[in-house]
């Protein structure tokens, strides 16, 4: 009897619970995290809009809205890998059922982190307590694909952009939002009211995935593959790799551009540039980064700069991206023996959590441009350079170094490349080199 009643709790712990519905955060929606998870169905999910309303949308029939450091798409579930976070499926899970927007269809978890859609016998109804189709009551969502068809009703608050099928309008409150790309790969539908059509010519200003590949494949001349632009605003990036402009988007507060370097001239945390491609970006070894920078105002002792990370909220409650999982500091220490001392430190977080850091002291004056390369094979490097007043000279360099392995991809997360948060000074140039094959042509 003790073992029958045990194996009854069991069952119920395992029944499929809704989660609390998301809500829309200003930071984040700001940074580049538009599309949330749903709580109950994982072929929907919430998009934000600028007033931080979540207005529910589809994916494509048959697909599932993943959503995980580095992802946040709807993707079929054909022989891959999804991640809904409401629906648990991982190895010791096979078997577990979870609701369809259709009621008369559920879908199970077949592996781990595999779906597949199943349907109940006809007349009968999938009931997410039970797992199991019975002839219960049940009302099937509105976006269930058996029940949509073409309707004139007014109630959608999204529009279809005249000139481009891979993006759409939402009206609330009166104003409207333009330009709102869907995920990757889709196109608005006006019938469903979501980016429900498959469209592979959709990639939200991205490249093709074989340019992308391309852009990001080993490279022993180590060619740049995203150079900031910094002759004009808005700023652009551009590929020396695959010889292409690249669509990033930027915001650049309190940054202008002169003589072709991005000036920092507010030294607080509301001047900054903020490039949201890197939000869910793999970034894979062997890669580098290069920058050169100038600090034009003496600062307080102690007084530290975010010259890099991922992370666009300020808020300490906001855990979104906290912490940055890449990140590039300088640190003024004082005038000692009659120079100014700076210390830099770089950092990474892997995959599965584990941390490199190193730090390297260096002196140089305001007059003086710094240069930062920062390598990543698995382990962390790096040197710091005192370029001299024209950043054309190698004055001194200082070298950095971690014994860390934390293996071969640094972790992705929801934000985007943070550049110079608080900065009063110049950053010459910004340069990433991803496939670089050989660290001694950097810059070559």
């Not at 650049?252 to 002169?258: A, E, L, N």
Request: aromatic fraction near 10%.
């Amino acid at each position: 009897m003790k073992f029958l009643i045990l194996t009854a709790c069991v069952a119920v712990a395992t029944a499929f619970t809704p989660a609390t519905k998301p809500v829309c955060n200003a930071d984040n929606n700001e940074g580049g995290s538009l599309l949330m998870s749903h709580e109950n169905y994982c072929q929907l999910y919430y998009s934000c809009n600028g007033d931080q309303q979540a207005f529910e949308m589809t994916c494509p029939d048959g697909y599932l809205f993943s959503w995980d450091e580095g992802l946040a798409n709807c993707i079929p579930p054909d022989g891959v890998t999804v991640t809904c976070p409401n629906w648990r499926c991982l190895s010791s899970d096979i078997g577990n059922r979870f609701p369809d927007t259709c009621c008369s269809k559920y879908w199970e978890c077949t592996s781990g982190g595999r779906y597949e859609q199943r349907s109940c016998s006809n007349g009968q109804t999938f009931n997410s307590v039970s797992e199991a189709c019975d002839t219960s009551p049940c009302t099937s969502n509105r976006y269930c694909i058996d029940n949509i068809l073409p309707s004139s009703e007014t109630h959608c608050h999204d529009v279809a952009e005249a000139n481009s099928p891979c993006t759409y309008s939402t009206v609330w409150a009166g104003v409207t939002t333009p330009n709102r790309p869907c995920p990757y790969g889709t196109r608005f539908d006006t019938t469903t009211c979501s980016c429900s059509q498959i469209d592979p010519a959709c990639r939200n200003g991205q490249l093709t995935a074989e340019l992308l590949a391309s852009n990001k494949a080993i490279n022993v001349a180590c060619q740049v593959s995203r150079r900031v632009d910094f002759t004009q605003l808005p700023l652009v990036t551009f590929s020396e790799k695959i010889n292409s402009q690249l669509g990033h988007f930027f915001l650049t507060p309190g940054v202008t551009v002169q003589n072709n370097e991005a000036v920092y001239t507010n030294g607080n945390s509301g001047s900054y540039i903020y490039d949201y491609f890197f939000n869910d970006n793999i970034l894979t070894a062997p890669l580098a980064i290069t920058m050169t920078v100038r600090f034009t105002r003496a600062p307080l002792p102690n007084t530290e700069y975010v010259l890099l990370n991922n992370e666009f909220s300020l808020d300490p409650n906001n855990p979104l991206c906290d912490p940055a999982t890449i990140s590039i500091r300088a640190r003024y220490d004082n005038i000692i023996n009659g120079a100014r001392s700076w210390t830099f430190q770089i950092s990474a977080t892997g995959e599965l959590n584990n941390v490199a850091q190193g730090s390297a002291t260096i002196t140089g004056d305001l007059t003086d441009y710094f240069r930062i390369e920062y390598r990543f094979s698995g382990t962390l490097s790096g040197t710091i350079t005192n370029r001299g007043i024209n950043a054309n000279q190698n004055v001194r360099s200082s070298t950095i170094t971690s014994s860390t392995n934390i293996g071969g991809a640094i972790k992705p997360n929801k934000c985007g490349f943070m550049i110079g948060r608080g900065l009063t000074g110049r950053i010459r140039n910004f340069n990433i080199y991803e496939g670089c094959g050989n660290f001694a042509n950097i810059g070559v």
